[in-house]
Every structure is written in structure tokens, then in C-alpha cells.
């Protein structure tokens, strides 16, 4: 199957996708704020350049878009129909520097929490899963656990 739109359209469409301050990552950084929480956006001190580094726990989050990172079993993590050779190129590349960053951070014994966008997109549906996901958060901070994925 052919892309509906030419090489300029889909080169235009891809490149207004934001890398920073997406809608869900905004959601997600006021979610924490209204807990109290304070942290540093996209910090650079911080191997992988974390989303989210709240330095009273020591924790790099990231928001992860379930369609660039890969969400195994996700509805938005599909394959594009067109230049499948370069997609998946890309997607291999994106899913390896996810496994180098998470070795580094924790070789240096930094907690590390991953936010899917497709639960985000729950919490924003849901006030009931928003609560739940937000203690199990506060949770994962003061714990001893280094790794958590949501």
C-alpha cells in the first residue's frame, strides 16, 4: 500500500512532531506538581536527558510515545505501511538507546520510572485509574525499587 501523501506532506507532518513538552508529558509533569513534587524538565546532567528528573528520589521519568518507543502489545505502537525498511531501522535504533540509557542510569544507581503515552491517555480518561496510577508513583519513589514501567 502507498502513503497518501507525498514525500514532502509526510516529511512536513513527521518533523511538527514535538520531542519536548508534549501534550501528554505536560499532563503528566502537572499531575506530579499538584503532589508536591518539584523537579527539572529534560535534564541534561542526567544521562538519556530524562523527561522528568526529581532529584529529592533520584528518579529519571520518562514519558515515552508508545508508537516511537515501541510499546509491545499497544494499538499505537503500529509499523507504517510505506519505507518499512526505514521504520524499522528507526524504531531498532530508538528501542537500543532506550536499553543503553536504562543500563547507564543504572549503573549509576538512578531510579528510573517509564510513562507510556497510552496510560496517560487512561489517567486523562479516567479519574478513578489517575488516582491509582499517581499512589503507585508516590509509592515507587520512596521505595527501594530502581525500575518501574506503567
Request: aromatic share 14%; glycine share 2%.
Amino acid at each position: 500500500m502507498t502513503d497518501r501523501l507525498t514525500s514532502q506532506e509526510r516529511s512536513k507532518n513527521m518533523s511538527a512532531i514535538k520531542s519536548k513538552d508534549t501534550k501528554p508529558e505536560v499532563y503528566f509533569r502537572k499531575k506530579l506538581f499538584s503532589k508536591g513534587l518539584r523537579y527539572r524538565k529534560n535534564y541534561g546532567k542526567v544521562s538519556g536527558h530524562p523527561d522528568i528528573f526529581i532529584a529529592k528520589y533520584n528518579t529519571a521519568i520518562f514519558v515515552n510515545g508508545c508508537f516511537w518507543h515501541r510499546h509491545q502489545n499497544c494499538k499505537y505502537a503500529y509499523t507504517p505501511k510505506s519505507r518499512i525498511d526505514f521504520w524499522e531501522k528507526k524504531f531498532e535504533t530508538n528501542v537500543f538507546r532506550d536499553l543503553t540509557v536504562k543500563q547507564e542510569l543504572y549503573s549509576q544507581k538512578i531510579k528510573q520510572l517509564v510513562v507510556w503515552e497510552c496510560t496517560i491517555k487512561r489517567m486523562m480518561k479516567f479519574s478513578d485509574y489517575e488516582n491509582e496510577l499517581l499512589v503507585r508513583v508516590m509509592d515507587f519513589l520512596v521505595s527501594e525499587e530502581m525500575y518501574l514501567e506503567l
